[in-house]
Nanobody, 122 residues
Protein backbone atom coordinates (compact mmCIF):
# COMPACT_ATOMS: atom_id res chain seq x y z
CA UNK A 1 0.00 0.00 0.00
CA UNK A 2 1.44 3.35 -1.06
CA UNK A 3 1.24 6.18 1.45
CA UNK A 4 2.25 9.80 0.96
CA UNK A 5 3.10 11.86 4.02
CA UNK A 6 3.43 15.62 3.76
CA UNK A 7 5.35 17.98 5.98
CA UNK A 8 6.59 21.54 6.01
CA UNK A 9 3.45 23.66 6.06
CA UNK A 10 2.98 26.58 8.40
CA UNK A 11 2.41 30.28 8.87
CA UNK A 12 4.66 32.78 7.10
CA UNK A 13 4.57 36.47 6.32
CA UNK A 14 4.13 37.70 2.78
CA UNK A 15 7.43 37.56 0.93
CA UNK A 16 8.63 34.61 2.98
CA UNK A 17 9.45 31.05 1.99
CA UNK A 18 8.37 27.54 2.89
CA UNK A 19 9.33 24.11 1.61
CA UNK A 20 6.85 21.26 1.49
CA UNK A 21 7.93 17.64 1.43
CA UNK A 22 6.00 14.60 0.27
CA UNK A 23 7.55 11.29 1.30
CA UNK A 24 6.31 8.00 -0.07
CA UNK A 25 6.29 4.69 1.74
CA UNK A 26 5.24 1.27 0.57
CA UNK A 27 5.77 -0.49 -2.69
CA UNK A 28 6.02 1.59 -5.85
CA UNK A 29 6.84 -0.18 -9.10
CA UNK A 30 6.76 2.83 -11.41
CA UNK A 31 5.62 6.44 -11.42
CA UNK A 32 3.80 8.27 -14.18
CA UNK A 33 3.54 11.80 -12.84
CA UNK A 34 3.94 13.61 -9.55
CA UNK A 35 2.37 16.89 -8.62
CA UNK A 36 1.22 19.43 -6.10
CA UNK A 37 -2.32 20.76 -5.81
CA UNK A 38 -3.88 23.29 -3.49
CA UNK A 39 -7.34 24.13 -2.25
CA UNK A 40 -8.26 27.46 -0.70
CA UNK A 41 -11.40 27.88 1.40
CA UNK A 42 -14.49 28.00 -0.79
CA UNK A 43 -12.53 27.21 -3.94
CA UNK A 44 -11.91 24.15 -6.04
CA UNK A 45 -8.68 22.22 -5.85
CA UNK A 46 -6.22 23.53 -8.42
CA UNK A 47 -3.02 22.22 -9.93
CA UNK A 48 0.10 24.03 -8.75
CA UNK A 49 2.99 22.10 -10.30
CA UNK A 50 3.89 18.77 -11.84
CA UNK A 51 7.13 16.92 -12.44
CA UNK A 52 7.77 13.88 -14.61
CA UNK A 53 10.22 11.05 -14.13
CA UNK A 54 12.53 12.85 -16.55
CA UNK A 55 12.36 15.91 -14.28
CA UNK A 56 10.31 18.04 -16.63
CA UNK A 57 8.41 20.52 -14.50
CA UNK A 58 5.32 22.57 -15.26
CA UNK A 59 3.72 25.28 -13.18
CA UNK A 60 0.47 27.15 -12.90
CA UNK A 61 0.85 30.71 -14.16
CA UNK A 62 0.12 32.04 -10.68
CA UNK A 63 3.25 30.44 -9.20
CA UNK A 64 5.72 30.54 -12.10
CA UNK A 65 9.02 32.05 -11.07
CA UNK A 66 8.22 31.68 -7.36
CA UNK A 67 7.71 27.94 -6.79
CA UNK A 68 10.03 25.07 -7.68
CA UNK A 69 9.09 21.40 -7.71
CA UNK A 70 11.80 18.77 -7.37
CA UNK A 71 12.24 15.17 -6.34
CA UNK A 72 14.81 12.90 -4.74
CA UNK A 73 14.55 9.37 -6.08
CA UNK A 74 16.83 7.91 -3.43
CA UNK A 75 14.55 9.23 -0.69
CA UNK A 76 11.29 8.64 -2.55
CA UNK A 77 10.43 12.24 -1.79
CA UNK A 78 9.06 15.19 -3.72
CA UNK A 79 9.46 18.82 -2.69
CA UNK A 80 7.82 22.15 -3.36
CA UNK A 81 9.98 25.16 -2.62
CA UNK A 82 7.77 28.23 -2.31
CA UNK A 83 9.39 31.67 -2.38
CA UNK A 84 7.97 35.18 -2.42
CA UNK A 85 4.77 33.88 -0.89
CA UNK A 86 1.62 35.94 -1.20
CA UNK A 87 -1.58 35.92 0.87
CA UNK A 88 -3.40 34.41 -2.11
CA UNK A 89 -1.13 31.36 -1.82
CA UNK A 90 -2.93 30.48 1.43
CA UNK A 91 -4.44 27.01 1.01
CA UNK A 92 -4.16 23.37 1.93
CA UNK A 93 -1.51 21.83 -0.31
CA UNK A 94 -1.77 18.21 -1.42
CA UNK A 95 0.80 16.06 -3.14
CA UNK A 96 -0.26 13.54 -5.73
CA UNK A 97 1.55 10.63 -7.32
CA UNK A 98 0.13 8.70 -10.25
CA UNK A 99 1.87 5.36 -9.82
CA UNK A 100 1.79 1.66 -10.46
CA UNK A 101 2.09 -0.09 -7.11
CA UNK A 102 3.56 -3.37 -8.25
CA UNK A 103 4.54 -5.42 -11.27
CA UNK A 104 1.26 -7.35 -11.20
CA UNK A 105 -0.82 -4.20 -11.50
CA UNK A 106 -1.55 -3.10 -15.03
CA UNK A 107 -3.10 0.16 -13.85
CA UNK A 108 -1.77 3.40 -12.48
CA UNK A 109 -3.50 4.82 -9.43
CA UNK A 110 -3.68 8.28 -7.89
CA UNK A 111 -2.24 8.53 -4.40
CA UNK A 112 -2.72 11.64 -2.25
CA UNK A 113 -1.00 13.12 0.76
CA UNK A 114 -2.97 14.17 3.83
CA UNK A 115 -2.62 17.87 3.07
CA UNK A 116 -0.44 20.61 4.55
CA UNK A 117 -1.83 23.98 5.59
CA UNK A 118 0.06 26.98 4.25
CA UNK A 119 -1.02 30.36 5.60
CA UNK A 120 0.52 33.58 4.33
CA UNK A 121 -0.19 36.72 6.33
CA UNK A 122 -0.12 40.17 4.80
Amino acid sequence: QVQLVESGGGLVQAGGSLRLSCAASGSIFSINTMGWYRQAPGKQRELVATITTSDTANYADSVKGRFTVSRDNAKNTMYLQMNSLKPEDTAVYYCNWNARPNRDSAKYYDYWGQGAQVTVSS
